[in-house]
């Protein structure tokens, strides 16, 4: 399916550029107003994106006259497009995100897709290969929906737990300022000290803020775990060395700045006098598509194994992390949502993190 992406200052404006492109027959998927906050409208003015495919089911055709789908499905040529008519009044106020209902699978799927935030390649490409899976074509919506949520947990690899039992195991959490390190080697410290009963020791390179030393002191003294501070990597080494009996070494280090490539490259340093066995990129899913990437590449140096995902609960949704996630490659360990140490915390599975991805409330 042909997807593109049209931005234009008002809904109307950007109807007119599908039209010009796409011609009479296009079909609307899916609209939402861009630069919604008061500072971000009054910084670049109000803009509408409007997504449409040149594609026509005549199943969309059918929805749209039907009045199922009024706004999306709506056939140009029809309305003239002449501005007022082409849009009754109460859709000049674009709710975000919005989907269109039609009968067509692959229109509703995609439609569905980019309304939770999956970004509009992603969608296409989706939809596309799973609709070469199909030859006889979907049995439905739901069945498509399947489908597609086979394709993506086919490419998406989750690592499951750090494993234990084979010798020490050196696991290190890296990512940006206050996605939530600490919390979560907390999370995993508890849980494999008082779950598993396995000997567990922390070290920190949290060394220029001493307010991030004490926060993982108190985690380690709660739960009664030895904890080293580093600041060289001779002190690693040597840290490392003196928890060598221990099963779990989990190395805290202080968040660094995406865009402070000295300070990852000295991460990096420290890093490598550790040599662990796993380094987590803690990421949060609580912000853009753009800064998961941004923070992906920015983080490439220190060789990240996994991608650890935080703050689900404050996410509405997990869509716009579907690209940067099935992009960079790397398996998911563990997903969080909550700041409760030890509870919040779950290992990734792929068929539920593959629905959460495209946009489905899994419970
Ligand atoms: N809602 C929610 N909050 C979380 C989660 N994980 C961590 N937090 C909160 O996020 C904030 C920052 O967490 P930290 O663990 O200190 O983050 P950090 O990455 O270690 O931060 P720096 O060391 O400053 O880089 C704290 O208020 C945590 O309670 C989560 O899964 N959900
Ligand atoms: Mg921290």
Same mark, same amino acid.
Not at 141 to 153: A, D, I, K, L, N
């Given at each position: 399916?042909?997807?593109?992406?049209?931005?234009?200052?008002?809904?109307?404006? !950007?109807?007119?550029?599908?039209?010009?492109?796409?011609?009479?027959?296009?079909?609307?998927?899916?609209?939402?107003?861009?630069?919604?906050? =008061?500072?971000?409208?009054?910084?670049?003015?109000?803009?509408? @994106?409007?997504?449409?495919?040149?594609?026509?089911?005549?199943?969309?055709?059918? !929805? !749209?006259?039907?009045?199922?789908? =009024?706004?999306?499905?709506?056939?140009?040529?029809?309305?003239?497009?002449?501005?007022?008519?082409?849009?009754?009044?109460?859709?000049?106020?674009?709710?975000?995100?919005?989907?269109?209902?039609?009968?067509?699978?692959?229109?509703?799927?995609?439609?569905?897709?980019?309304?939770?935030?999956?970004?509009?390649?992603?969608?296409?490409?989706?939809?596309?290969?799973?609709? $070469?899976?199909?030859?006889?074509?979907?049995?439905?919506?739901?069945?498509?929906?399947?489908?597609?949520?086979?394709?993506?947990?086919?490419?998406?690899?989750?690592?499951?737990?750090?494993?234990?039992?084979?010798?020490?195991?050196?696991?290190?959490?890296?990512?940006?300022?206050?996605?939530?390190?600490?919390?979560?080697?907390?999370?995993?410290?508890?849980?494999?000290?008082?779950?598993?009963?396995?000997?567990?020791?922390?070290?920190?390179?949290?060394?220029?803020?001493?307010?991030?030393?004490?926060?993982?002191?108190?985690?380690?003294?709660?739960?009664?775990?030895?904890?080293?501070?580093?600041?060289?990597?001779?002190?690693?080494?040597?840290?490392?060395?003196?928890?060598?009996?221990?099963?779990?070494?989990?190395?805290?280090?202080?968040?660094?700045? =995406?865009?402070?490539?000295?300070?990852?490259? @000295?991460?990096?340093?420290?890093?490598? !006098?550790?040599? =662990?066995? @796993?380094?987590?990129?803690?990421?949060?899913?609580?912000?853009?598509?753009?800064?998961?990437?941004?923070?992906?590449?920015?983080?490439?140096?220190?060789?990240?194994? $996994?991608?650890?995902?935080?703050?689900?609960?404050?996410?509405?949704?997990?869509?716009?992390?579907?690209?940067?996630?099935?992009?960079?490659?790397?398996?998911?360990?563990?997903?969080?949502?909550?700041?409760?140490?030890?509870?919040?915390?779950?290992?990734?599975?792929?068929?539920?993190?593959?629905?959460?991805?495209?946009?489905?409330?899994?419970?």
């Amino acid at each position: 399916m042909n997807i593109k992406t049209f931005r234009a200052r008002t809904l109307r404006d !950007a109807l007119a550029m599908v039209r010009a492109e796409f011609g009479p027959q296009a079909a609307v998927l899916h609209s939402r107003e861009v630069n919604a906050g =008061p500072i971000a409208r009054f910084l670049r003015g109000r803009a509408v @994106e409007v997504a449409a495919t040149p594609d026509r089911s005549p199943l969309a055709e059918q !929805a !749209a006259r039907s009045g199922l789908a =009024p706004n999306f499905g709506l056939r140009m040529a029809d309305r003239g497009l002449k501005a007022k008519e082409a849009l009754p009044p109460q859709q000049s106020t674009i709710r975000n995100p919005q989907s269109a209902i039609t009968h067509d699978p692959q229109l509703q799927v995609c439609s569905d897709l980019l309304a939770a935030d999956v970004q509009p390649e992603l969608a296409r490409s989706l939809v596309r290969e799973a609709a $070469s899976r199909l030859s006889g074509g979907a049995n439905g919506v739901e069945h498509f929906r399947s489908v597609v949520q086979g394709v993506v947990r086919e490419s998406l690899a989750v690592t499951g737990p750090i494993r234990l039992g084979g010798g020490r195991r050196v696991v290190a959490l890296v990512g940006a300022t206050g996605v939530g390190k600490t919390t979560t080697l907390a999370k995993l410290a508890a849980n494999y000290r008082l779950r598993d009963g396995a000997r567990v020791g922390l070290v920190t390179v949290d060394t220029y803020r001493t307010a991030a030393v004490e926060q993982l002191r108190t985690y380690a003294e709660i739960i009664d775990l030895p904890m080293e501070v580093v600041s060289t990597p001779e002190e690693m080494r040597r840290a490392v060395t003196k928890l060598a009996a221990l099963d779990l070494v989990l190395i805290d280090t202080a968040g660094r700045s =995406p865009r402070d490539g000295d300070r990852i490259e @000295e991460l990096r340093t420290l890093l490598d !006098a550790a040599s =662990p066995d @796993e380094t987590h990129l803690v990421t949060t899913v609580t912000g853009t598509a753009r800064g998961m990437r941004d923070a992906l590449e920015r983080f490439a140096p220190v060789r990240p194994t $996994s991608l650890l995902l935080t703050k689900l609960d404050e996410a509405p949704s997990l869509g716009h992390a579907a690209a940067p996630v099935l992009d960079s490659g790397l398996p998911v360990s563990y997903l969080t949502d909550g700041q409760s140490v030890p509870e919040d915390i779950r290992l990734a599975d792929a068929k539920s993190l593959a629905a959460r991805l495209l946009g489905e409330e899994v419970a």
